[in-house]
């Protein structure tokens, strides 16, 4: 593994630095609807948005180790995110640059870039959870057009979602269960889609069920052939976990949650003084940094033109463990006053730790739950039995 950069790339995380410097002062308001818009609009003339995609398509074509050293300067910097739509840069554009027909780029790619407004995905269904292969949403074909029926579930920010990138069964395949199904792109304005927003404990409202009772889709919104969804959507879960950049998000968190030991009292002294407090803080960093070095392997396969495999189940997995094992941790250090949510006075950090306590599902559930993960692990890694 050598990641030297050579001076073209020192010269590019130069010039991102330049221009966070200049664009991002430290007493930016990020909140401020205002502030990220001129940055988003700053972000797209400099085709930061969608960096790595093909210029063609309205990327910046820039390569794996800019967009990776773009990534890792910008979280470093706290900045706004590169670009408004997640799920479609996450998600939803890789997979219509390799699957899509050129109707489909011409149409989607330029919204997902300009951040015109949200994709979600529709894939966990009750009973099936994460399992893929033997989701039961179904669509019939009628002429030009599919009949969906179902229902998914967990279904990240479908609320504010204009549209929906569903996984359906369109046949039956007993020798293969990822056989049969495919991919369509869908308004979520079509009749007869209903969405029921799931409310987790800290009050929010970021998953969702959605149902489809006789939902006709066009044919022409069909990303890929039929049969073959399973493909698009490993594409798309690839890219997902293929970054490293939420490293430096968990390291953010790992320092906020040393001075919040530093200035707990625990028996008379602070905290961040405990051996016990002290070694699991360590576990956690140490944790971290295993989880940057693994993300620098999945880059080194990038940059020899690898495809990434089922290994990057294992970050997705640690990712998870850690958001919930650091936000148990930072209420418990705080003693009587863990559950003090925000709004009380006596809340440190404002309620941020007991928020990130109770809104651990965002994190585990999406992209698919650590059972999901173990399993990829367990047979595609490691090679045992199937469960």
Request: net charge negative; with cysteine; proline share 5%.
């Given at each position: ?365 999406g992209g698919g739950t650590p059972n999901i993960q173990k399993n990829i692990i367990a047979e595609r890694i490691l090679g045992l039995p199937k469960d």
């Open positions: 593994m050598d990641l030297t950069l050579t001076p073209e790339e020192e010269a590019f995380r130069d010039e991102v630095r330049a221009f966070l410097d200049e664009n991002l002062p430290q007493d930016a308001n990020r909140a401020d609807p205002g502030f990220v818009a001129e940055w988003q609009r700053k972000l797209r003339a400099k085709r930061w948005v969608g960096f790595s995609w093909p210029a063609e398509v309205g990327g910046g074509g820039g390569s794996i180790m800019q967009q990776a050293i773009l990534k890792e300067e910008m979280a470093r910097r706290k900045a706004p995110p590169l670009g408004s739509c997640f799920m479609g840069l996450t998600w939803v554009g890789p997979a219509i640059i390799a699957y899509g027909s050129e109707e489909q780029k011409q149409r989607f790619i330029p919204d997902i870039l300009d951040g015109a407004y949200q994709w979600c995905t529709g894939y966990s269904e009750p009973d099936h959870g994460s399992d893929l292969g033997a989701l039961q949403c179904k669509a019939v074909r009628e002429g030009d057009e599919y009949v969906v029926n179902g229902q998914k579930i967990w279904t990240s920010i479908a609320m504010w979602s204009k549209w929906i990138i569903l996984l359906v069964r369109t046949s039956q395949h007993a020798d293969d269960k990822h056989q049969g199904i495919t991919c369509l792109l869908v308004p979520m304005d079509t009749p007869g889609i209903t969405v029921r927003p799931i409310k987790n404990m800290a009050g929010g409202a970021m998953f969702a069920e959605v149902f489809f009772d006789d939902v006709r889709v066009p044919v022409e919104l069909r990303l890929g052939a039929e049969g073959e969804g399973w493909k698009v959507t490993i594409t798309a879960l690839a890219h997902e976990r293929s970054g490293i950049a939420e490293v430096e998000s968990l390291t953010r968190n790992l320092e906020a949650l040393k001075r919040l030991a530093q200035k707990t009292t625990r028996g008379g002294r602070p905290a961040s003084e405990d051996p016990g407090v002290r070694a699991r803080i360590a576990r956690f960093e140490t944790r971290i940094q295993a989880m940057r070095m693994n993300g620098l392997r999945y880059l080194t396969k990038q940059l020899r033109g690898e495809p990434l495999g089922s290994e990057t189940s294992v970050s997705k997995l640690l990712r998870a463990q850690l958001e919930v094992e650091m936000g148990d941790f930072a209420v418990e250090i705080q003693g009587a006053a863990g559950p003090l949510v925000e709004g009380a006075e006596a809340a440190a950090d404002g309620g941020r730790w007991q928020k990130m306590a109770l809104s651990w599902p965002e994190v585990v559930i």
